[in-house]
């Protein structure tokens, strides 16, 4: 999936979750890995002896970590061989006849089309959907989170019909004979590990209301006119066909981003190098820089947010930052040393689509390339460059591992 393909994907993401996807401040890239590098600023690869003693120089001269001149092949002491990694992933990812056409029928059923009423009969038969009110009481009273309205219950299944959750064991039994029009009321006993102090082990009643029957249908007998109309003026969607390609990518993409996860983690833990303390000190300077910028507002302080907002200290968030730090830098530092071996260039037009997706994306508010710039820079719109520019690359060497990958499906 190329650089043109970015903004679909956000939309597969969004109808698929019923939200808007939130990209993640840094990702978004060359290709196939644009959902999977994360918001730190890149080591500068200039290879000069001069560089190397910035390097040392560090943090104590105020130098930003792009300004470093940190050479990741200097750093990488053994490469794992990533010629063909092997890859094991869930048998839902397979790109597969029935795969796809369960995701469209799961999608059609969260927005009510994968059922049609019934109206030649008023009795519930086992098989059927039922639409409902419910309310469940505890000792004569109505507890929290025991009501709901115009709910489609899969009798048989014993589940949510439209999101295909599941409910307690024995919840929707009392339903198989009831009447359209009548309430009917079923005593349920949750299980003791539910997770809720009050209903462990308690035996309730459901009180329903029964207001429709309606019954599964299959992809064939679904309207092209109630596709077009549920999803055409948002995303494009006019018929079976347009709807199977949609799913079509949006299985591709998260294949891909399971597929990219495991190669990431797999040519890092196979793989052997080192980080400059300095370097370290200053990429997490520049992330609590950049965290500060986006969530600490009213003169707040970055101890005082994680503390408000996590009950952790400083000392504690910066514990996991390093964390986390540790790991993109691995990541950051193999890919670009097989970005050298592989000879991977620059493709200025992909790379102005990759800046262009940040633009695009209104959940991050940039207005223009430089502001995307200096926010990767942590305020200098030329470090920013450089980051972006050298994530780039090594998201093109992470489609390169990826494509030539070794990929079995298991159950």
Same mark, same amino acid.
Do not use: W
């Given at each position: ?202 035996? %309730?009643? @459901?009180? &329903?209301? /029964? ?5 599964? +249908?299959?992809?064939? =007998?679904? *309207?092209?006119? #109630? ?103 691995? %990541?950051? @530092?193999? &890919?670009? /040393? ?5 000879? +991977?260039?620059?493709? =200025?037009? *992909?790379?102005? #689509? ?58």
């Amino acid at each position: 999936m190329k650089v043109e393909d970015i903004n679909m994907k956000k939309q597969i993401v969004a109808i698929m979750l019923g939200a808007t996807m939130l990209l993640t401040a840094g990702c978004g890239a060359s290709d196939k890995a644009s959902t999977e590098q994360t918001n730190e600023t890149q080591a500068n690869e200039t290879q000069t002896d001069e560089a190397q003693s910035t390097e040392a120089a560090g943090e104590e001269s105020g130098v930003s970590s792009a300004q470093m001149g940190v050479v990741p092949s200097e750093h990488v002491s053994e490469l794992c061989d990533y010629s063909a990694v092997p890859i094991s992933l869930s048998a839902v990812y397979e790109p597969s006849t029935e795969n796809i056409q369960n995701v469209e029928m799961d999608l059609l059923n969260s927005y009510g089309l994968g059922s049609k009423e019934v109206s030649d009969r008023t009795t519930v038969q086992d098989g059927d959907y039922v639409k409902v009110d419910y309310t469940g009481y505890q000792n004569g009273e109505a507890f929290s989170g025991g009501t709901a309205t115009d709910v489609l219950i899969d009798v048989s299944n014993n589940k949510d019909a439209e999101k295909g959750t599941g409910y307690i064991t024995g919840f929707s039994d009392g339903l198989i004979g009831a009447e359209v029009g009548s309430t009917i009321s079923s005593d349920v006993t949750f299980p003791e590990d539910y997770g809720v102090d009050s209903l462990n082990g308690q035996t %309730v009643t @459901f009180e &329903f209301v /029964v207001k429709g029957i309606y019954t599964p +249908i299959g992809l064939d =007998e679904v *309207e092209d006119s #109630a596709i077009a109309d549920q999803f055409g003026a948002t995303y494009g969607i006019s018929d079976k066909s347009t709807l199977e390609d949609f799913v079509k990518q949006y299985i591709e993409s998260n294949r891909y981003s399971a597929l990219v996860s495991q190669i990431k983690d797999y040519v890092v833990k196979n793989s052997t190098y080192d980080i400059p303390e300095d370097y370290l000190k200053a990429r997490l300077s520049e992330y609590e820089d950049i965290y500060e910028q986006t969530y600490c507002t009213d003169g707040q302080t970055l101890e005082e947010y994680f503390q408000d907002n996590y009950s952790m200290s400083l000392d504690e968030a910066e514990e996991q930052l390093l964390s986390i730090l540790n790991e993109q830098i691995g %990541v950051e @530092f193999a &890919f670009s /040393v097989i970005a050298d071996k592989e000879a +991977i260039e620059m493709n =200025e037009d *992909e790379y102005a #689509a990759y800046v262009q997706n940040f633009l695009s994306n209104d959940s991050l508010n940039f207005n223009s390339e430089e502001e995307v710039y200096e926010y990767f820079g942590a305020g200098n719109a030329a470090d920013g460059e450089t980051y972006l520019r050298n994530l780039y690359l090594v998201n093109k060497a992470i489609d390169h591992v990826a494509d030539n990958a070794v990929v079995t499906y298991t159950e």
